[in-house]
């Protein structure tokens, strides 16, 4: 027997549709966890709290351009991760998952 949602649910006793939705929650947090870790590693090593600080600091000439420039692209791509997440995480909170 392999396992799934199906399985499980059948095992644990929870209708499957609110496993899906505790998964997907669980999911999305530690996934958001993982973003914050990431950006709090750039904000220790910058000492600025957003990329567009970083960006300063690299215009300015306040920090070398490499690998400032490579940690600016994944912050900025970091920020709109943890904002697509949180957004989606908010989604299934009105909806009722805790």
Same mark, same amino acid.
């Given at each position: 027997?392999? &396992?799934?949602?199906? &399985?499980?649910?059948?095992?644990?006793?929870?209708?499957?549709?609110?496993?899906?939705?505790?998964?997907?929650?669980?999911? /999305?947090?530690?996934?958001?966890?993982?973003?914050?870790?990431?950006?709090?590693? /750039?904000?220790?090593?910058?000492? &600025?709290?957003?990329?567009?600080?970083?960006? =300063?600091?690299?215009?300015?000439?306040?920090?070398?351009?490499?690998?400032?420039? =490579?940690?600016?692209? =994944?912050?900025?791509?970091?920020?709109?991760?943890?904002?697509? /997440? /949180?957004?989606?995480?908010?989604?299934?909170?009105?909806?009722?998952?805790?």
């Amino acid at each position: 027997m392999g &396992v799934s949602f199906a &399985v499980i649910a059948e095992q644990l006793r929870i209708p499957e549709p609110e496993l899906e939705r505790k998964a997907l929650k669980t999911f /999305l947090e530690a996934e958001l966890r993982s973003v914050d870790e990431r950006i709090m590693a /750039l904000i220790a090593r910058y000492g &600025v709290r957003q990329a567009r600080g970083l960006e =300063e600091l690299i215009s300015q000439r306040s920090v070398e351009e490499h690998p400032a420039w =490579e940690d600016l692209i =994944e912050w900025e791509g970091l920020e709109a991760r943890r904002e697509k /997440l /949180l957004e989606l995480l908010l989604a299934l909170i009105r909806e009722g998952v805790s």
